[in-house]
């Protein structure tokens, strides 16, 4: 049920533009550790959003694109600050362990994201291209 209103909040905000539902899922981002189910289903959720619009070039589509791409950027400087006070003290680190797994697994929902949605606009842009503008793909032995 949890993954679901993530889902769902975070859907509202990124393509229809909520910022009540925004404010929820920047909220969870203030505790990471807390909220790791609902932070990953929230990006698993917008991936399409992110570069939806770029072969195309829809300015229709830059409005969803613009508050996905700012909520995963909000995600990652979140998990960011929370992992670098958490190497940085070593005296604490036991005690923290089990959250720090849970903010690690939230960041690299967000690195997966990141590289799956990479290779999604190369293949979009790519296939947009004219044949002549297109890099030419070398394997050198």
């Known amino acids: 049920m949890r993954e679901n209103l993530a889902s769902l909040l975070a859907m509202l905000y990124v393509w ?3 910022s009540a539902s925004g404010s929820v899922v920047r909220e969870w981002c203030e505790h990471p550790s807390a909220h790791e189910t609902e932070l990953t289903s929230a990006i698993t959720a917008i991936r399409s959003a992110l570069v939806d619009g770029y072969a195309e070039d829809a300015p229709a589509k830059e409005g969803y694109r613009h508050r996905g791409q700012a909520l995963l950027a909000h995600v990652v ?3 960011s600050d929370w992992l670098a006070v958490y190497a940085r003290n ?3 680190r036991l005690k923290e362990q089990e959250e720090a797994k849970s ?3 939230v960041w690299i929902t967000v690195a997966t994201s990141f590289t799956s949605l990479r290779e ?3 293949r979009r842009t790519h296939a947009s291209q004219p044949a002549s503008l297109r890099p030419k793909r070398r394997f050198d032995s």
Do not use: I
Request: overall charge neutral; hydrophobic content about 25%.
């Open 16 to 18: 229809n533009d909520r």
């Open 77 to 79: 400087d979140k998990t």
């Open 90 to 92: 070593p005296d604490e």
């Open 103 to 105: 903010v690690a697994k």
């Open 120 to 122: 999604r606009f190369m």
